[in-house]
């Protein structure tokens, strides 16, 4: 009997036809080739579903295919999870690449350090390649880097792990990778933090701000229950102070510059549109309900400060130590009110 793989790389798939054979030759040239792929096909209207069913035809050891119906990338990812049969977890989408020593330290740091997550960076390219941002964690310069990124790019995860606490992705939602993350980072044992970058997200014209985000799509309740399941097992949290500050962060980027893109962009591409007060007033009525109810502590959290952790971004700084004031004298919606008036 063949034994399981010590990867599951789970891919959903959604009418990306013709990113998919740049994707899978990056997958097949990995120095590290004990892996299954799991491919998804979401309800998918090119002729991703036949490409998906030739690759598992032609590779049928490795490679599984499950069709269906349109639900999202989060409940595809979810149906893979519940598949995987390796022992260690990564998501790459069906559009992106990887340098060919990806998987290798990645594997190596988790096995060497009994780790349940392991971290790398990555690149975030345009279609012809050219990077547009770099999203690293510069621990070799800066040991006690306080951010943690919530995208699932550049990560390996313990399966077992991710069993144990149920911790999946939230259907039907944007930003559905922060509660699954707030989960996964902070719950795991002998976190690994490697200073590379070898994984490339191919971000395409829009793609990123391609709707405006509406109520239906926040992940209220996941982040609520995340937040929620990491306080009831605060004895397992690895560091709960850059915990909070990571959700703090969120809310703040969440706020003030997630949406803020969403809605320029549709000011862009549909004249005359303009930004909804109402969901920027729920927005902050959320905020201003979560925070004190479930971190109670954040007025006081070490790493908010604009003169610390000078490894962030300004902008950064300044605007996690903003919201935290505004949280706490009760004036955050009215002062997103003013700056949604003056960045329109």
């Not at 999870?81 to 790459?92: N, R, V």
């Not at 941002?133 to 990124?149: H, K, Q, S, T, W």
């Not at 102070?241 to 862009?268: D, W």
């Amino acid at each position: 009997m063949a034994k399981d793989p010590a990867i599951s790389i789970v891919m959903p798939c959604y009418n990306t036809v013709q990113y998919l054979k740049k994707t899978m030759d990056s997958i097949f040239a990995q120095t590290f080739s004990d892996y299954e792929i799991l491919m998804v096909d979401d309800g998918s209207t090119d002729d991703t579903p036949a490409l998906l069913d030739d690759y598992a035809a032609k590779y049928p050891d490795i490679i599984r295919v499950f069709h269906k119906e349109n639900g999202g990338q989060s409940t595809a990812r979810n149906l893979a999870l519940d598949a995987a049969k390796g022992e260690y977890i990564l998501f790459w989408d069906s559009d992106d690449y990887a340098e060919v020593d990806y998987l290798l330290p990645l594997i190596t740091a988790a096995r060497e350090n009994d780790s349940e997550v392991v971290l790398s960076g990555s690149h975030y390219v345009d279609e012809n390649g050219v990077v547009i941002e770099n999203l690293n964690y510069p621990v070799d310069r800066f040991p006690n880097y306080a951010l943690r990124r919530l995208s699932p790019h550049g990560k390996l995860y313990r399966r077992d792990f991710l069993d144990r606490h149920n911790i999946r992705f939230a259907p039907g939602k944007k930003y559905e990778d922060n509660p699954f993350n707030l989960m996964a980072l902070f719950l795991c044992k002998n976190l690994v933090i490697l200073p590379i970058t070898r994984h490339y997200q191919v971000v395409h014209s829009g793609s990123s701000t391609a709707a405006t985000i509406t109520s239906d799509k926040i992940p209220y309740d996941a982040l609520a229950e995340a937040i929620s399941y990491v306080n009831d097992h605060r004895d397992e949290v690895n560091d709960y102070h850059v915990f909070e500050f990571t959700v703090l962060s969120f809310i703040t980027y969440f706020i003030f510059l997630g949406n803020r893109e969403h809605m320029q962009f549709a000011l862009h591409k549909y004249k005359g549109c303009k930004y909804s007060g109402a969901l920027i007033n729920e927005l902050c009525d959320y905020a201003q309900k979560l925070i004190p109810e479930n971190l109670p502590g954040y007025y006081h959290n070490p790493h908010v400060g604009i003169f610390r952790e000078m490894e962030l971004q300004w902008r950064h700084r300044a605007g996690v130590w903003l919201f935290v004031r505004l949280v706490k004298t009760h004036t955050l919606k009215a002062f997103a009110r003013v700056y949604y008036l003056f960045i329109r």
